[in-house]
């Protein structure tokens, strides 16, 4: 697991975080 697992979970993280981003720049609109 150990490593492996560590880099599933930066890589969903970022996802989320990017999706998140995504969402509230759409959002707020220009």
Do not use: E, Y
């Not at 150990?2 to 993280?13: H, P, Q, R, V």
């Not at 999706?19 to 759409?26: A, G, S, Y």
């Amino acid at each position: 697991m150990g490593l492996n697992s560590i880099a599933d979970t930066k890589f969903f993280l970022k996802k989320v975080l990017f999706l998140q981003f995504n969402t509230f720049k759409v959002k707020k609109g220009p």
